[in-house]
């Protein structure tokens, strides 16, 4: 087995599924040609139906239009700030304070948004009951609040609806210092009957992200865990079909690459949970027994809401004193996982101990280089013996052109005359694909690594390289279009790629050459738009391996007389 076309054929195959999946999707039916799948009603469990039937209409407010439209509780600490709209008690206005939209400018990311405008992302909580026999709090209800009126992380507010027919509504909010929402519903039976409510949750975003990466290697839409399972559907599965699920414990949300939202419902209660496209696109959650509230008495329920960025000391942290059944794997660490977490965590020391990200790239790569030296010696010694004995493979080829059973015999003669095995640098290269790929991943989903710049030109180690060949990396005033931004870093990934093949013994083939000849630059192509922290990787990485591979090509010699 040729070790170098086993390499190549694994990272030609790598290449095809990254662009494939950078350039393609699957095409995406519009909202008139989908099918209004309706969550079933049921005799013996409350429904959220008439919460999720509402109409939906988009007046094409713009965010400060609708913000300003009602009335408001303010929610600030150290890393939200945004509002509760008193219609509807709806948490629908939500900024990340230490998350920038741009390195250029300081406006905060936005993620949550009122439902009236285009990019309405929000959460709703509430009640239900079965047959609509008590008049409930519905998206349209004026809440009124009880004391202060300002959320942070040392004073939760109390929002009040009051039904004018014996029952009153009540709200507990409170938040951490990070992204931690626990919501206490209560409610307060003043009639003479005992009554049944059924308590429920959802998240509803009106339009699939304009950001989102249509991108096999990170999973964005809805995510959940039931029952010690992780479910990922896309967007397009819910938009094909409802997904419901019936779980004694988990969380369910939407995720994003950076961001993400995420209910838990309160522990110890079964709960049927639904991802559904209707109107928008809705993660919702309902307990699946009653509260029951006595005549004059009160009932409560608790949940948990998270509107995090994915950072992931904060993300981890919350699991474990949270106590929530792999609420980590909200951040798509990947299949990889065991390799893919421990290498963040060294590349965030590297990052802590060196003040770039950049170079903490570097030293990553170096030490990896390190750990698989011994490895990677062995199988370039394989390749330099391949290509030393090159010259007199196509002598017996030559010679034996019409016996290729004589061509076979006379080159494992061969082989076995300079001790070659074959298939000797397989090994190494199979054992090393993994940590390569946990590597890629690593750098692809950090948040840590957005908006971290390196050396020179580059500013974001989480966008691609700024710069372009088509107009002299910038001497030239002209913007080319983006297809055409390949920037020096791609091109120096590209160029130690050529020059690591000319160390690799060629192929027989001649088609087969070409193919490979070509590789570099199709990988330049490709690479070009990918993040620029991932190209220096792959950069570096090529450059040791180049200067290792040289040496033993330099020391290794055979004799073919």
């Keep these: ?118 990019n309405g992302f929000y959460i709703e909580t509430g009640w239900t009951s079965i047959g609509d026999k008590i008049k409930i709090p519905t998206k349209e209800s004026i809440w009124s609040v009880k004391g202060n009126n300002i959320l942070s992380d040392n004073s939760p507010v109390v929002l009040q609806w009051n039904s004018k027919e014996g029952v009153i509504f009540e709200k507990k909010i409170e938040l951490d210092d ?18 049944d409510l059924f308590p429920y949750a959802q998240m509803t975003r009106n339009k699939i992200p304009d950001d989102i990466q249509n991108f096999y290697i990170q999973h964005e839409g809805f995510i959940g865990v039931f029952d010690d399972e992780l479910k990922e559907d896309d967007y397009d599965d819910v938009e094909e079909k409802k997904i419901v699920r019936e779980s004694n414990e988990g969380w369910l949300g939407i995720t994003d690459k950076y961001w993400m939202t995420a209910f838990v419902p309160e522990e110890g209660k079964n709960f049927k949970s639904t991802f559904l496209y209707e109107n928008g696109f809705k993660a919702n959650y309902i307990i699946n027994e009653p509260v029951n509230i006595k005549k004059s008495s009160s009932g409560s329920n608790q949940l948990r809401l998270f509107i995090a960025a994915k950072e992931v000391e904060t993300i981890d942290s919350y699991a474990a004193d949270q106590n929530i059944n792999k609420f980590d794997l909200v951040i798509d ?4 996982y065991f390799f893919t977490k421990p290498l963040f965590f060294v590349i965030d020391y590297l990052f802590k101990i060196s003040g770039n990200f950049g170079t903490a790239i570097v030293l990553l790569t170096i030490a990896i280089r390190l750990i698989f030296f011994p490895l990677a010696n062995f199988s370039f010694k394989s390749m330099a013996k391949m290509k030393a004995v090159q010259p007199e493979m196509m002598r017996l080829k030559e010679l034996y052109k019409d016996d290729k059973v004589k061509f076979q015999q006379e080159m494992m003669a061969l082989y076995r005359k300079e001790k070659i095995n074959p298939a000797s640098g397989c090994l190494p290269v199979l054992i090393q694909i993994p940590f390569f790929f946990a590597i890629y991943k690593m750098l692809f989903i950090s948040l840590e690594m957005r908006h971290q710049p390196f050396f020179g030109w580059i500013k974001d180690l989480s966008a ?13 005033p002209w913007d080319p279009p983006s297809f055409m931004i390949i920037g ?54 090529n450059i040791l391996t180049i200067a290792q591979q040289y040496v033993i090509v330099k020391k290794t010699t055979v004799k073919t007389n």
């Design 1 to 118: 087995m040729d070790n170098k076309n086993v390499f190549v054929a694994i990272a030609l195959s790598m290449s095809v599924l990254l662009f494939w999946g950078a350039f393609f999707e699957t095409p995406r039916k519009s909202p008139d040609q989908q099918t209004n799948q309706k969550i079933e009603k049921k005799t013996d469990q409350g429904s959220i139906t008439p919460t999720i039937n509402q109409p939906q209409v988009f007046t094409k407010l713009t965010r400060e239009e609708s913000i300003n439209k009602n009335e408001r509780v303010i929610i600030e600490n150290n890393n939200i700030i945004g509002s509760i709209n008193l219609k509807g008690a709806l948490i629908d206005d939500i900024s990340f304070k230490k998350h920038k939209q741009t390195i250029e400018e300081s406006k905060n990311i936005i993620f949550l948004n009122p439902s009236e405008t285009e």
């Design 178 to 195: 990070k992204y931690l929402f626990k919501i206490t519903q209560q409610v307060k039976n003043n009639t003479n009957s005992p009554i």
């Design 333 to 336: 660490w990947g299949w990889f």
């Design 464 to 476: 691609q390289d700024p710069t372009t060949l088509f107009n002299l990396f910038g001497l030239i």
């Design 488 to 541: 020096i870093w791609p091109i120096l990934m590209g160029a130690s790629m050529w020059v690591q093949q000319k160390l690799n013994p060629a192929p027989a083939d001649p088609i087969q050459a070409k193919i490979f000849a070509f590789f570099p630059l199709f990988l330049t192509i490709i690479l070009a738009s990918f993040p620029s922290g991932l190209v220096v990787y792959w950069t570096i990485n």
